[in-house]
Structures are given as C-alpha cells and as structure tokens.
C-alpha cells in the first residue's frame, strides 16, 4: 500500500508537469522513488522514463486534436535533440564532475515564477507569420542546444524545450506544451528502452502504478490546458511548475 501511495502521489506530480508544461516525469518520479521507495537510481530512472512515454504521447494526442502541435519543426528539433544528446553524453565524459544535479529543478521552478509573472500571450496569428525556413534553422538551432545540456548535464530537456519554444521560436504556449510533449515521447521511449536493457525489469509494482498515475493525470492536465484561456493556462502551469520545483528541492534534501 506504501508503493501504491508513494507511486501515485509521483505520477500526480508528473503527470501535471507533462500535460499542463511538457515536464518529463523523471524530474518527479525518480527522486521520489529514491528517496521513499529505497530504488536504485538507474531503475527509479527507467521507470520514470516509461512513465514519460504514455503520458507524454497521450497529451500529444490531445494537443494535436485540438490543432495545438507543430509536427513538421516538432520531427526536426527531435532528430537534433537525440543526436546532441549522444554529443553531450560523450562530452560529459570527458569532463570530471561536470554534472549539474538540480539544474532541471531550479530551472522548473524560475520558468514556474516566468509564467506567473510574464505569461506567454503570443497569438497563433502571429506565431504563423515566421516563414516556413525561418522556423526549420531555429528548429535545428533549438534541438542542438537541448540535445547537448540534456546530455552533458543529464536533465532538464522538457523544461528547455518549453523555455525555448516560446521565447525563442515565438510559439504560442499550447502549441509549445504540445511540440514538447510530442517530442518527449520518442526521447523518453528511446531512454526507457536503453535504460531497461541495460538494467533489466525494474520492480513492476512500481512501474505499472506510476506509468497509470502518470497517465492519468497527464489526461486531465492536457484535456483543461487545450481548454483553458491563454491568462488561466499561463497561470496553471506557472503554478503547478513553481509548485513541483519546490517540493523536489524538499525532496532531495531529504536524500
């Protein structure tokens, strides 16, 4: 019953952050598993990946439904990301202590704050008036730059993706939320299957509750976010972020 209730309350968590930000789950589900369930940090990874593959491709789904996703420049900016990633990866290694824990938890908490206090209000209108080329080199551009920080640092993918979706290619926020998702499925699904390869099954009480809490509330965040004025949605997901920052910071301070 502790499982249970330590795996809901993490998909909870991630489940938000997926469908209301493009959150990955493993910013929320692996230090929950490590510090309450005892997990290895590899398998409690593993997991959280998985959890990111279903709750990310369903909000996708949702987004897409309601005409919130850019697939073109979204395929574009993941073929970078994977690729920069392995670049990063190799990088990383060559550089001794170069890993920055709780860079995905500090940036998940100040883009809380930027939305809170600076929502993003540009209109699909607008967004559209950026020539098709223009948006495929600041797609290429986007994906080197998270690609290699995921790599190098280990973290903080969706959360760039989001940063840079709205900032620097100018995407209005539920077509922001709904390329970074889509792209988070096939990342998250490519390191769920190494990591589960190369680790082996992980504990499957753990997996089956956190990838259907994830689910779950990835649904309901993903169905309100497409529903939600630009202000209210600005607002959910400036909150659920700031929120979700604080709560792992508690977290890993525990660990």
């Not at 990955?24 to 997990?39: E, H, K, N």
């Not at 959280?48 to 949702?62: E, I, K, P, Q, R």
Request: hydrophobic share 55%; proline share 2%; charged share 10%.
């Amino acid at each position: 019953m502790y499982t249970f209730i330590i795996c809901f309350i993490a998909g909870i968590g991630a489940g938000l952050g997926t469908g209301f930000a493009g959150m990955s789950a493993a910013a929320v589900i692996s230090p929950m598993l490590i510090t309450f369930l005892g997990l290895p940090a590899y398998e409690a990874v593993g997991i959280a990946l998985a959890s990111d593959v279903l709750a990310s491709a369903v909000s996708a789904y949702t987004y897409g439904k309601n005409k919130n996703l850019d697939i073109r420049n979204g395929i574009v900016m993941m073929a970078t990301v994977l690729l920069f990633t392995l670049v990063g990866s190799f990088v990383a290694s060559l550089v001794p202590n170069a890993t920055m824990g709780n860079f995905s938890v500090f940036m998940t908490l100040l883009l809380g704050i930027k939305f809170i206090v600076k929502p993003v209000m540009t209109t699909k209108e607008s967004m559209n008036t950026v020539s098709g080329k223009k948006r495929i080199i600041q797609s290429v551009i986007s994906g080197t730059v998270v690609g290699f920080i995921c790599g190098f640092v280990g973290a903080g993918g969706g959360m760039m993706m989001l940063l840079l979706l709205t900032s620097v290619l100018g995407y209005e926020l539920k077509t922001a939320v709904g390329t970074s998702v889509f792209i988070m499925a096939f990342t998250a699904f490519t390191g769920a299957v190494s990591h589960f390869a190369i680790g082996g099954t992980p504990n499957p009480a753990c997996l089956v509750f956190c990838v259907a809490s994830t689910l779950l509330w990835a649904r309901i965040a993903a169905k309100f976010a497409n529903k939600a004025s630009a202000v209210a949605l600005n607002r959910a997901t400036g909150v659920v972020l700031a929120v979700l920052g604080t709560a792992i910071l508690g977290v890993n301070v525990l660990k």
